[in-house]
């Protein structure tokens, strides 16, 4: 059975405060994370930042996975998130959630989330009808072409061991070129108070991207969140085992 967490520990440190000692202590952190399964070792993950930081709301980790890999639960829940008579193949990509931590006790487990359990990234313009997601895959310099041509997901570039980084200065005023809400959860934002998302993603050997999202309370300029997404790199090594053994989701659950 999947354990209920309660509301998250939220620590003391703030993101546009934290020492270069901190940051190596949350290497640390990331190295004690659960080998037991990708999905364990990423609700250790998010909890790491949880723990760690008071401006902090949500933290989800998110891995694009295959369809035909997706357990039961989450395999439906694609399909009914794509559009009415959208057509899936076993290999279609899907970015699966797989942690999350939150200052609300339904966002401390991932069965309880309403909208983003498994999102399938069907093709180009149906990943560019979704504000954040598209602005994520692009900060991440995912080519969306790709999509339509059945491409793998991830790109050279982070194939070659170097991380991507999400940023969305102010969740409270950025828009893309459609003038749409990039975080378009308003009712969240307001109640929240978010300022600065951003996020941190990767990729292990055989392709599969590794993405984590922070939603704060602070507001960061660029050059403070530079200072995070080397995190991602420490995820990977300590879980890299488990995903090529192929143990993503908790066998517990």
């Not at 699966?96 to 309403?114: H, V």
């Not at 009712?187 to 590794?210: S, W």
Request: glycine residues 8%; aromatic residues 10%; charged residues 20%.
């Amino acid at each position: 059975m999947r354990v209920a967490y309660a509301l998250w520990y939220f620590g003391s440190v703030l993101f546009n405060s934290v020492s270069w000692a901190e940051i190596d202590r949350l290497r640390e952190r990331c190295g004690q994370c659960s080998q037991r399964s990708l999905e364990a070792a990423a609700q250790d993950f998010a909890g790491v930042f949880a723990e760690s930081f008071e401006s902090l709301v949500l933290a989800r980790v998110f891995a694009v996975l295959p369809l035909k890999v997706l357990p039961t639960r989450e395999h439906a829940f694609a399909l009914q998130f794509a559009e009415a008579g959208a057509s899936l193949s076993p290999d279609t990509p899907v970015l699966t959630l797989l942690g999350t931590r939150g200052r609300e006790a339904a966002w401390n487990s991932r069965d309880a989330s309403q909208g983003h359990l498994a999102i399938p990234l069907l093709d180009q313009r149906f990943v560019q009808g979704i504000p954040m997601i598209s602005k994520l895959l692009a900060d991440l310099d995912v080519d969306l072409r790709g999509l339509d041509l059945g491409q793998p997901i991830i790109t050279r570039q982070m194939l070659g061991g170097r991380n991507g980084t999400f940023y969305v200065a102010d969740a409270q005023t950025a828009c893309d070129d459609q003038s749409r809400f990039i975080i378009p959860a308003r009712d969240f934002v307001a109640a929240q108070k978010v300022r600065t998302v951003f996020g941190m993603g990767g990729a292990y050997i055989d392709g599969t991207l590794i993405v984590c999202i922070l939603f704060t309370r602070e507001e960061l300029d660029r050059a403070t969140v530079d200072h995070y997404p080397s995190l991602i790199s420490n995820f990977k090594m300590v879980t890299s085992k488990v995903q090529v053994a192929g143990a993503i989701f908790d066998a517990s659950a």
